[in-house]
């Protein structure tokens, strides 16, 4: 949606927080950021228990979701510190995925999907880094490119390493244990 109003974000160079910085995309964005830290940490919340190291992924989880809020309040055109401070959690937000994305991929036991996918975002990553302080460049591009593998790794390895939680199946027959006419129900009548 920001992209469609205003599409000159995809050449300036400020990467996608060029959106959070102009009063037709910054009700779009910040909806659009709030709903990745929201449902990203509810994803690995969920998953953590099932997880070597569950204290960690939700630490990590809490995290996503401070930066990302600290990002969306940030915004770069208030001034050289504000600008700094947005920079340093975009940064922070950056190695904390790449971390966690690594610890999935190794959790995963290096799924071939995984670690694919976190190449992607490796190398959506070094693009990002190389135009992050330049005048004109592919910045957004190179976010969007990390963006797209971290959110692969998770769909792909999360179910791997925490797999859901299935409910119980009904015996054999198809009715579940305990409702009328299951085998349970009927030798307790």
Do not use: K
């Not at 055109?77 to 190794?106: E, I, K, S």
């Not at 959790?107 to 135009?131: E, I, K, M, P």
């Amino acid at each position: 949606m920001c992209v469609t109003l205003r599409p000159e974000g995809l050449a300036v160079n400020h990467g996608m927080s060029y959106y959070g910085v102009h009063w037709q995309t910054v009700l779009p964005y910040a909806a659009g950021l709030a709903g990745a830290a929201l449902f990203t940490h509810r994803a690995l919340r969920d998953a953590a228990a099932r997880t070597p190291s569950p204290a960690r992924l939700r630490r990590m989880a809490d995290s996503f979701v401070v930066l990302l809020a600290g990002i969306v309040l940030t915004p770069y055109t208030l001034g050289g510190v504000v600008d700094w401070a947005h920079r340093g959690l975009g940064a922070a937000l950056f190695v904390l995925q790449l971390l966690l994305a690594g610890r999935l991929v190794a959790w995963a036991h290096g799924d071939v999907a995984g670690v694919a996918f976190l190449l992607v975002q490796f190398g959506g990553g070094v693009l990002a880094a190389v135009y992050v302080l330049q005048a004109e460049g592919l910045l957004i591009h190179g976010e969007a490119t990390f963006q797209l593998g971290f959110a692969l790794v998770l769909a792909r390895t999360l179910p791997l390493v925490a797999p859901p939680i299935a409910a119980p199946s009904p015996p054999a027959g198809g009715a579940p244990a305990g409702a009328p006419g299951s085998a349970a129900a009927v030798s307790a009548q």
